[in-house]
């Protein structure tokens, strides 16, 4: 048996959940156009490969392969650099998100996550709200007033909806106390104990987080920095090529992480019901050892989380192709007079609840 | 004003309910209603693979007619390129020789005869104009897509039909009365 430190094997993790969450992400733009088409009764793209399945390898060849076109006046350094940054930003986040508990093989031990930081939710927050830069540089360096607004509206929308998601987090972690994603995953299990999802504890705090994740995403309802019908393309108008493909690859990578965020707050993460029992029946009464007992547990539960993200982003496309765009200031009223209150009136809820033992 | 329906609706304009006010309850309708359409028959049919049944009337691919001895009807008049509001129809005529009494009906025939499938309307015009009975447009055949302009246009080789009569069209008039209602049963019989 190999061996390597603990910082070898974080690397292997890190590289395959890099991977995962671009595969992700490719196969989104998939299940995109097969999802819109089949709540259009259509079938969607069924011609490349079997059911269309090598549709997003030939849609990365046409993005590689367009013609790479620099608007006049416009600042190149900054125009190359937006995309990069959106989807650098889109992917650093992934990487405190823990997909599943500890792996151990002969005296290799380590958890299925990028980093283990006590301050998980604080980097996804810090990063994700970095990905603003990425709309807005873009939008300025295009040099059109279109790319502009879009960038503009992405910006203010983007700051108004991160306040109210922020207040609906603290409700989270006022029941947690702690802001690392794997300690706020492992309080939502207990033995003999699985309904203690933060769902169950917090489900006015979810829908607030809901909807302002659709709203940092940039998704229907709230996708007014790119609309067509008013922005022509919004801030990525003069966008062609990868360039382009890496502003709407971000997106998906985008979403991917925020679906893995809320299957983390709100629903477990990589628990599932009756974990425990199961690992104990399996060591007690099949003779497993205790730690592939676990081992089959973790890789359970990682495929518990995937299927909980994948639901999440099915539920995005299914909005999204539902849901008609909200105009400017019903955006604004949204975000400002009702979540914004409504989140707070869930911290105190909350705190009220924990004052009093409901809740702990 | 009398209506001219009982269907108009009033409209109401009375402040909006909590229900309404909260948009959730509208939301879930919404997505209700895609789920269903998730599952429903997909409407799109696959094109190469599936083709949809035509009307027995369709006006589909030219078919130039051969007569009960396989010999050439049309005689190359010119009155399907006359009447053909599209211009789609070019001919040249020319004259019988001896010895090719098997091959063409009359003394006069086309030498060449072309139809360009990308100004054709399919109108049918030509084949209510043609005095000899020759040009048809078949109803289970259409131009097949193609990637060069050139080949739309449809010379006698691809537009006479064959000499075997069991391998000709079924549209035309050198059907016997049997053939022809045996024809209309099998028309009809095809799902509408």
Redesign the interface.
């Known amino acids: 048996m190999i061996e390597l430190p603990t910082l070898g094997w974080q690397s292997i993790v890190i590289f395959v959940v890099f991977a995962v969450s671009l595969l992700i992400a490719t196969y989104c733009t998939y299940a995109e156009r097969v999802i819109a088409a089949f709540l259009q009764d259509r079938v969607g793209p069924d011609r490349a490969g079997p059911y269309g399945l090598a549709q997003p390898l030939a849609d990365a060849v046409k993005m590689f392969t367009k013609e790479e076109f620099f608007p006049g006046g416009a600042n190149k350094a900054l125009f190359v650099f937006g995309p990069c940054l959106a989807m650098i930003t889109a992917l650093m986040s992934s990487a405190v998100i823990p997909f599943g508990n500890n792996i151990s093989f002969g005296n290799n031990a380590f958890f299925l996550q990028g980093i283990e930081v006590n301050i998980g939710m604080l980097w996804v927050f810090g990063v994700v709200s970095l990905g603003v830069y990425g709309v807005m540089i873009g939008g300025w360096a295009s040099n059109n007033k279109f790319s502009l607004l879009g960038a503009i509206r992405a910006a203010s929308q983007n700051i108004s909806y991160e306040l109210a998601m922020g207040l609906s987090l603290i409700a989270v972690l006022m029941i947690s106390g702690t802001l690392s994603l794997r300690e706020i995953t492992l309080q939502q299990s207990a033995p003999g104990e699985w309904a203690m999802w933060n769902i169950v504890r917090q489900p006015l705090g979810f829908i607030i987080f809901l909807v302002c994740a659709f709203a940092e995403t940039n998704r229907t309802p709230f996708d007014l920095p790119e609309c067509e019908t008013e922005l022509v393309g919004g801030y990525h108008t003069e966008y062609s090529s990868m360039k382009l493909g890496l502003y709407l690859f971000s997106e998906y990578v985008n979403i991917f992480v925020v679906s893995a965020v809320m299957s983390v707050l709100y629903f477990g993460g990589f628990n599932f019901p009756f974990q425990y029992e199961l690992r104990d029946w399996l060591a007690s009464s099949q003779g497993w050892e205790l730690a592939s007992a676990q081992n089959l547990i973790t890789a359970l539960g990682t495929l518990g989380l995937f299927a909980k993200i994948f639901a999440f982003i099915f539920f995005f496309m299914w909005i999204r192709w539902t849901l008609p765009r909200f105009r400017y200031d019903q955006l604004m009223r949204l975000g400002w007079t009702i979540l914004i209150p409504l989140a707070v009136i869930n911290i105190l809820i909350t705190g009220g609840l924990i004052t009093f033992g409901v809740i702990k | 004003m009398q209506p001219l329906t009982n269907r108009a609706k009033k409209l109401e304009k009375k402040p909006m309910t909590l229900a309404e006010r909260a948009y ?1 309850p509208a ?1 879930f309708q ?2 209700s ?3 269903r ?2 599952f ?5 049919v ?1 094109y190469p693979e599936e083709v949809r049944p035509f009307s027995p009337i369709f006006r589909g691919l030219h078919v130039l007619k051969r007569d009960e001895q396989g010999r050439e009807r049309c005689t190359a008049c010119g009155l399907c390129a006359v009447a053909c509001p599209a211009e789609a129809i070019t001919m040249v005529a020319g004259e019988r020789k001896k010895g090719e009494e098997g091959l063409y009906r009359e003394e006069k025939y086309a030498i060449s005869y072309e139809v360009n499938m990308l100004r054709c309307i399919f109108c049918g015009l030509c084949e209510e104009a043609c005095p000899k009975a020759a040009v048809y447009l078949q109803a289970d055949k259409m131009a097949p897509p193609r990637f060069e302009r050139d080949e739309f246009i449809y010379g006698k080789d691809r537009l006479v039909e064959p000499v075997d009569p069991a391998k000709r069209s079924e549209r035309g008039i050198q059907l016997t009365p049997e053939q022809a209602e045996a024809l209309r049963n099998k028309m009809a019989q095809q799902p509408a």
């Open positions: 959730l939301i919404g997505l209603i895609t789920m359409h998730f429903m028959k997909k409407a799109t696959r």
